[in-house]
T-cell receptor, first 113, second 111 residues
Framework: DARVTQTPRHKVTEMGQEVTMRCQPILGHNTVFWYRQTMMQGLELLAYFRNRAPLDDSGMPKDRFSAEMPDATLATLKIQPSEPRDSAVYFC???????????FGDGTRLSIL | QKEVEQNSGPLSVPEGAIASLNCTYSDRGSQSFFWYRQYSGKSPELIMSIYSNGDKEDGRFTAQLNKASQYVSLLIRDSQPSDSATYLCAVPMDSSYKLIFGSGTRLLVRP
C-alpha cells in the first residue's frame, strides 16, 4: 500500500530552536496538506499545496512557520523559533486531484520544552 | 464560516449493536463527504467516501447522505471493541481541496 511518509516521528527540543518536519507524499498525488492536531483545537489546516504551488497558508503563524515543497516528493514545514505552544502532532496528508479524499502520514509528535 | 458539526460523545454501545454517528455541515454546495477513523495516538484513516444522496455500504459500515438536510451519517453494524476510536467527518470547503473536519465523535464499544 502506498503511504505518506513523515519524518521525524518524534521531536523534543528546547524553545527557540528551529524545527524541520518532512513529508513524502504518495507518488502521483498532487495535493499536499499540513495539519496540526491538539486536544483543544482538533485538526487545524496550516497550509496546502497543489502541483507544488502553495495555495493557502492562512492557518499558519506567518512570523515563525514556513512551508515549502522543493520538489514533488518532498514537503517541509519549518518552525523558527519554536515555542512551547507549538507542541502538538503535525500531520501531512496527500491526495489526488479533484474532490478525492486525503491520506494521512503517521505524524510528527513535537514537544517544545 | 463554513462548519462541520459532530457530537463529541462519547457514544457508548454494547458489542454487537449498531453505532450511529452523525454529522451536519453548513456548505450547501458540498459534493463529497468523508469519514475518517482515528485511534488514540494514531493518524486519521479514511474509511468511507460518499458523493451522492442515499446509502453506501462497505462491509459493516454504511454511510448515509442527505444533501437537502445537510447531514451525513455513519452506521457501524455488529460493533466490535476494535471499533472504539474517534470518528471524524470531513467536508471540502468552498469547492476547494481544503477539508473541514468536525471535532470528532468518540465511540466506545463495550465488550
Amino acid at each position: 500500500d502506498a503511504r505518506v511518509t513523515q519524518t521525524p516521528r518524534h521531536k523534543v527540543t528546547e524553545m527557540g530552536q528551529e524545527v524541520t518536519m518532512r513529508c513524502q507524499p504518495i507518488l502521483g498525488h498532487n495535493t499536499v496538506f499540513w495539519y496540526r492536531q491538539t486536544m483543544m483545537q482538533g485538526l487545524e489546516l496550516l497550509a496546502y499545496f497543489r502541483n507544488r504551488a502553495p495555495l493557502d497558508d492562512s492557518g499558519m503563524p506567518k512570523d515563525r512557520f514556513s512551508a515549502e515543497m522543493p520538489d514533488a516528493t518532498l514537503a517541509t514545514l519549518k518552525i523558527q523559533p519554536s515555542e512551547p505552544r507549538d507542541s502538538a502532532v503535525y500531520f501531512c496528508a496527500s491526495g489526488p486531484d479533484g474532490y478525492q479524499p486525503q491520506h494521512f502520514g503517521d505524524g510528527t509528535r513535537l514537544s517544545i520544552l | 464560516q463554513k462548519e462541520v458539526e459532530q457530537n463529541s460523545g462519547p457514544l457508548s454501545v454494547p458489542e454487537g449493536a449498531i453505532a450511529s454517528l452523525n454529522c451536519t455541515y453548513s456548505d450547501r454546495g458540498s459534493q463529497s463527504f468523508f469519514w475518517y477513523r482515528q485511534y488514540s495516538g494514531k493518524s486519521p484513516e479514511l474509511i468511507m467516501s460518499i458523493y451522492s444522496n442515499g446509502d453506501k455500504e462497505d462491509g459493516r459500515f454504511t454511510a448515509q447522505l442527505n444533501k437537502a438536510s445537510q447531514y451525513v451519517s455513519l452506521l457501524i453494524r455488529d460493533s466490535q471493541p476494535s471499533d472504539s476510536a474517534t470518528y471524524l467527518c470531513a467536508v471540502p470547503m468552498d469547492s476547494s481541496y481544503k477539508l473541514i473536519f468536525g471535532s470528532g465523535t468518540r465511540l466506545l464499544v463495550r465488550p
